[in-house]
């Protein structure tokens, strides 16, 4: 063995051993190498030459960038402690990837400092990775590149960074320009995003980033190993064998992977799966197809219908294309209509039937169709796959609180207000993401010499697509009643007193929301005495007047003044909601639901006449090399958060003490009614819906 394979092999060592001790939150004293000697700090580029009129332009320093230490208008920048969490990450990954261990602080990969949290019950399983598999994977002739990918692109990331910072601390808004797909689509009718990078304070930790990397490490070490495994394989097993061939370091639901093609479990997920905003009450034949109505009989619905126990899911939002985007790989998707029905019981759903184009004489597909049954349920599952990424998730939860984040560090967070505390925790991270974002996974190119989006490669619309969904759904929106969850929920017909306890997103989602009403209302009392007080509170008045106004947040909806209690804790209640519940039940069942390809492919590549089983597996469903890029994506997107909402003592140590300490004690409760029914469910071979447990539900969209 030469020396760079002795290097090589000491790094692989190391992260994997790192990535065991997070997994076991275990000390990791025994494993990191540490040292006294602390990263080197390199200089950064701080501070600008440029006069720019108010603007002071903050750099971080690349290996080759020149460092330009100058003042504007006689004002200097204090070198923010994120900044250099930054560069001194990007010094860890060089030395990482040259197999320099030696000198690592350990306070990157410090897993000791991270708080055991309460395990929750799931339905995914995972080996443990014991000391023999680490030093297998390492020794893999897979593993050489494995790394280099991720650590390269959380690496050039860094790089690109490049902040202007305001002189009066603000951070600017700004519109999304014409995307070049269609040049001739103003977007600038979009949510707000902010203008450029975030401020430094909003960057990630070093020790995030070093979480990232010790957690995706192992699980990209094994793919390669499981993806040679799987390679031979016939097409309808290869989804399988990626999770039986090889199954160290992959976690599984290995219950999905025995029910995923049973009807009750494809209209389980509707309502407690990756996805559980799109279903609607069945309120009358009119929301039904003549072809749907013809072929599952009209007294049937209308019997259903007057039971309550007829829903719909419709994919409306992908008429208008049900054509792939003009560049990228081959896929083709419909605009499906599902229809499900409610057990006498109301404990259970099943789906009656699906048309998947939406011409007069369009096909209805039922569990009669055999083969094209399972065809018909798949392009199902990748419409609802690219309405939960595109809209649901990114659109509904990532963009969608971004002029928030934006309007509350103007307004708010500048002048230190007492509800600065509140938002503090409901912000982390989330600006850094989205910058990423339209970067990389939705890299939101204005010409097209930009390199495509992942994104873009892995889903059947594409970027400048879920642009105009989410462009859409912006125009009709009010902020309360779209994002606020009983109202949301009436939307779609579930009113308040809508018997469906089999509903868990609902049901889950109500608990969280009520707790977060209570916790808003009890801040709030601390804070004012009277509705007068929040009415002459200048800062509040501001931070209205910023979230709303056209060249600001231009959020519709919200109030542009705010006079009273009562709608501040609306407010704050719904503000509390989308980056915490809603999010986490957008985000959370991604890898759990998605990893195993046949049951929600990101996308399906062919339309098929009389489909054969085999058809489907060989012909529509996504390749190996797409459902390992998914597999991978999906995993990093769900590391679990440092930051849960049962966990912010430290945050309200000041203001908010006593309202938090209520609060901490309704979810602890939540959680543990939750945990019941989800021990009591597995027990019974049942699925588990775990994302909305307080345990586990992140405080922001902190990934
Ligand atoms: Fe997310």
Redesign the pocket.
Known sequence: MNMNMNTNMTLKLFLLTASAVVFNNNAVSAFVAPSATTCKRQVLTVAAARRQQNLVVLQVATADSIVDDDTVNGASWEDPDSIDDIQSAIEVMEKLQKGETGAIPDDHFDGAKIKPRKPVCTDMEDDDLDGAVLKELAESEESNNALDRPIDFLKNLMKGYRYIKRRDGKIEYASYPRHYDNPDLDLSWLMKMMKGAPPPEYLFSKRKIGRLVKFITPFLLSMQVTKRKAKKSDPEDMYEDLFTKYTRGIPKNKRLMKHWEEDKEFARQFIAGLNPVMVSVGKNLSQLTDSLVSKLGKDDLQGLIDEKRLFVVDYDELIEFASPPPSGYEREFYAPVVVLELNKERTELDVMGIQLDRTDDAKVYTKDDGDEWLYAKTHVASADSNVHEWVS??GK??LAFEPHIIAIHNTLKMKNHALAPYFAPLVKDTLF?NWAARKSLANYATDEKTEGSTGDLLSSIGVSQYMQINRKWWKSYDFFKSSGLPTELESRGFDKDFDMPCYLFREDGMKLWDAYGEFASNYVDEIYHCDADVAKDDVVQEWAEETTAMDKGAVPGFPTVINDKATLVKIMQTLMWVPSGL?AA??FPQYDYYSYVPNKPLFTKAKKANPSRKDVFDKVMPDLGMTIKTMQLTRV?TIPSETCIDDLDDNFAEVGEASYKKLKSKLDTISDEIEDRNVANKNKGAAVYSYLNPAVVPAS?D?
């Open positions: 998730h990114l939860t990532h993401l999010h957008m985000n997107l969209i990934i």
